[in-house]
């Protein structure tokens, strides 16, 4: 059963828990302390699958099929194992049928040293519309803030966040109510809703199994460490994160790539128990920063052009076209210059013109 909970936080329903930081055992056995690193064959993913997104009642990016293919020797040794997936987009409260299965493949040839596992896909640039990820506990988790609540209530339940999409900017908000009269328990409280329980460390800059990362700058609200429910307690109110990015690589297949990203809390000064429900609200907001090359790699200029007059065989330096800056001097000693190459090049293209060619 899929539901509006469920979409994205089942792990069943996602691709990458399938086969994050997932390793086969190459040789039987039953000590763990014999297992070493050049004993663990990686499960590859031959794609880069997207997280499960709710949209428009629909949980997009669900898991239908799933495939693992083992590959070992005659003597019983995994060589290589690889994993592939069918999704499907699936409405909410209904059910979705998984088929899960594992091939085995014997490798013909068997060799004495043990063939090493083919390396990881390198990582490639985001796709518009894909999940932003993020290192939150160690564990790539997809980067989420606060989505629209039922009756425009603040609710801490995890559900309630929706995951940032790339270039997607977004502005949500509820209203919050709490009887709490403990400063450090209410802005506990709002941080929650805004960002879930623990903040993330790092983003991935780019998609992929081995993305490259780079650290969250985070501006927290500033702490009278006097502060008390009469005085006025700092409480973050707007929550702000701004994403830079730009495309990098060829000019013909650009590669979109997260440079930074930072978290704005604006805060204020309220006092509690809060007498009346606060307004929260949150944004994200995804800034372009290519350095485009300018031209002759862009629009074409008016004075490009072929020197010499290459499409006319020197008619323009006879008629005195080629320096156009030049004294009346140089254009007629040029043309008559141009005049004998003109009568040479007449007779060559009439004899040997198949040599030329």
Known sequence: MVTSQSCTTDPDLSSISYYFNMSLIAVPTT???????DLLVPVIPLSDWPAPVKQNGFCLDVVKTVQFL?????KGELRNASINFTLTDVPFEQLVLQTHS??????QRDTSKPTQAPPNPPPVGLRKGSAVMALIDGEMQPLKSLGVSEGGRCSSDPSRLSPILFTHNTISGCTFSSETQNCTELRSQI??????????????MNSGL???????LIQDCLIDPQESCE????LPLSFSIQIIWARQGFIEVPQNYILGAKFLFRCQNVQCPLSSPLTLTAKATFVETTVYPEAPRGVPQPHWRFPFGFFTRGAAELDGHLDTSGSSAEKVTWSLMAFPLLLLSELGLRNFDIEIF
């Open 210 to 216: 081995q993305p490259n990362w780079t650290r969250i």
């Open 70 to 74: 083992v590959y070992y020797t005659p």
């Open 191 to 204: 941080y929650e809703i805004f960002r879930g329980s623990t903040a993330p460390d790092e983003i991935a």
């Open 31 to 37: 000590d763990k302390i014999k297992i070493r690193s």
């Open 102 to 107: 594992v091939e085995f493949h014997l490798l």
């Open 231 to 234: 005085s006025g307690c700092s």
